[in-house]
């Protein structure tokens, strides 16, 4: 072994040392953030309670009512995870949320794949071509101030008229969001190369293709996988809005829709399926960090 | 003359007790009088921004101490007695050209009046007085570098410390900017450290050449350069000036040999 | 997050005045002209598709359909707009008030930064529009407060993150010029942090703009006042009334635009040293 190749070593070590230790304070920061919060839940309702719902000191009533049925208790929505969703139902809530999560998470997946595929193949097209680029780019933009879910209805529709199954509607709608940031970081990513590497590409008479395969798009790579990472949210939250309107029973979206219905007889229960949501969301968001590990070098990934 | 900086038995070590340790400075004397031009001169890596930083307190030194005016660098610091110049301009993106000389007289409490009248005179200094409404982008880089040098003389620090602030300039431009960087040392009768790797830049523009070998830093020697003064462009091909070229070049020659038959650090 | 922050960087470098008064309208022309060609062809299209193929009114309204909808809807469709444009901005104004000062409070500590991170991935990926039927037990389902703390919980993170960000990502050489002066931690703060954190901070508000305006019609689907455009969208939409609904999309998309448009005027306003203002000649 050289003596270049210990000292890389040496410092590989004190780098992972340096992450682990960042890792950890930022768990630690987390726990404690999040233990204050709950602290912050509890006590505003402990306190309202005690003051019948004023202002300590004065005659203001509170901002939020601090009963059950406004804020219920933490541990009570942790338990109505463990209890059946419904009076004589046989599922517990875990079991119908992971069942809804997995049917939303099929539709996010089809949503991402496609939209990121889309939105790649937008972003090159506009890199090659300026034309493209100047015509279409305001309307994709303009495209992503379009409220989902006012045109999730006519696509249901149209997939209807189709004979599609109508969760491919909803895939759509999530695709809808997807692209959007894939086809922006693309195009920034194929751009990134500076005139140097270009001209260097262009001093071995390489063809548009060879600067296309050996410069551009690894330069890009980066640049995709952290929108890919942002995509990746945005299509369970396209696939759960995508549901509103929807009519299918299966999904997350459904699921949230009919707990805010019955908000009143199991607040509780709506709590516990926005946090599913999240985990789902996060969950998703996570597969793709780990790809892009994989997949993006170390030193090579942009930072959040 | 009366001693201004005084560094004694300075040495400054990175990464104390970690495996990528850097012995940057070794025991380091240097003693600077008021209104004297020294350079610090060497290879790369020999330490010379960490003796001017540590002269400028933005450091402190493993051992040692460096006075100036009897009092701790720290002190001499609050007391606002730098001015300094980096290699990059260091401009704020955000105020314009005088808004950035104004920035030090900003922090130290000068009135608007004081302020603006000073920013004039000191963009006439450096020769930019029809740029005060430009932003940094909008200048070259020798000019981004006058007003660096602007915004270091704004306040009237007694010291001037500037790291290589030539170094990113074309060999014109740079010659330009020693010859105007002389006549203000001249007009403010400052105490400048200067530091640079270019033997002719430091013989030309010093009173003083400190020397300085790697690994660890030392002082290698120092160099009394008795070119007439005031140095001008006949400066360049006078005699004298090559003679000290030839011996500032010589002692870094030696410096290298002595580090290399040196115990290895 | 922040690589994909500023979402419309490479349209707004078009947008921006190109200094040469001679070359400046072939410019304009230039930049406009192409989306405008796709927009009539587009139209043009459109109608005659649906005119050649006799697709039904509710599957998919001609274009000449919706503009004389939308002028009919026009008393209708446009004050439902302005209310929900009070709950957008107000959301907008809330949240990014508190982004603001959360960071100005933790910027300080990076520990305490960095432990609210996993908070904003997290918020990030909740579709926060679930939490309408919340707010709207909270607050009361017709109270503009319910969706206007729906717009603030979606723009707060952004704009916190993204000011903390500006706040701690500033140039080492920039901080040791301050420490040359011996400048106060005060001044330090209102003189590099503050202004450095000004694009920062902007981009994460032009982002946001656009979002508040869709989370609060995206949050009035849960219930809220007959007024509001989000209401009307989804009344219409069930009523298979889509020249209606498409009205009132119109809308929504232009006042996302034009409060994006806003924050970008605002931008060039507050910081005329911005790099996206150097505009160059590339040609
Ligand atoms: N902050 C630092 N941390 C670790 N090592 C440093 C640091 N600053 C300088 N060094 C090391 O100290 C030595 C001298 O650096 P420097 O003073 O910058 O040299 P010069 O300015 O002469 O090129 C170099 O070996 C450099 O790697
Ligand atoms: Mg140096």
Redesign the interface.
Known sequence: MTVAQTVELGLDENQRDAQWRLALRRAASFLLILLLLCGVWEGYKALGQATRGKVPFTSLKLPIRPDDKSMPHLWTIGGSLLQPARRGGEDILLVILLKAALFTWREAVMGFVGGSVIGFLLGAIFGRFLLFERSLMPYIVASQTVPLLAIAPMIVIWGGRLNWPAWWSVSIISAYLTFFPVTINTLRGLRSPNLTAVELMRSYAASEMQILLKLRLPAALPYIFTALKVSATASVIGAIVGELPSGIQDGLGRVLLTFSYYYISGPEKLYASIVGAAALGILFAVIVALAERWIVPEGRRLSE | MNTVISVSGVSKVFNQGRDNRVSALESINLEIDSGEFVSLLGPSGCGKSTLLRLIGDLTSPSTGAVLVNGKSAAQARRGREYGMVFQQATLYDWRTVSRNVQLPLEIMGHSREQREARTQEMLKLVQLESFGRHYPWQLSGGMQQRVAIARALAFQPSILLMDEPFGALDEMTRERMQMELLRIWEQTKNTVVFVTHSIPEAVFLSSRVVVMSARPGRIAGIINIDVPQPRNFETREHPRFFEKITEVRECLRQGETNTHKGPPS | ????AD?????EQ?LLPQPGAASRWRDRL??FL??A???VLALVLWEAVVNIFHIEG???PKPSVIAATFIAESSVVFPAGLFTMREAVGGFVLGSLLGIAIALATARWA??A??????A???????I??????MN???GITNPLAKMSIVAVIVFFPVMINTVKGLTQV?A??L????????TDL?VLL??RI??S?PYLFSALKVSS?LS??GA??SE??GGSREAL?VY??QQ??L?H?GE?WS??II??L???AF?AILLTLERLI?????SI?ATDEE
Do not use: K
Request: aromatic residues 14%.
């Open positions: 997050m922040s690589q994909v979402l419309a960087a490479p349209i078009e230039r930049r192409p989306p060609i796709v927009f509710f599957l998919l520990a305490v960095e432990g609210m991170m996993p908070f991935i997290a918020v990030n990926s909740t579709p529009v679930a939490l309408a039927p919340i037990q909270w607050f140039d050489a920039a040791e010029l301050m420490r040359s002066y011996a400048a001044a003189r590099v202004p450095n000004l656009t305006v869709i019609i995206v689907y849960f989000g969208i989804s939409a069930a298979f889509f609904a009132a999309i929504a998309c006042m996302g635009i994006y910081m005329p040293w911005h790099v150097r």
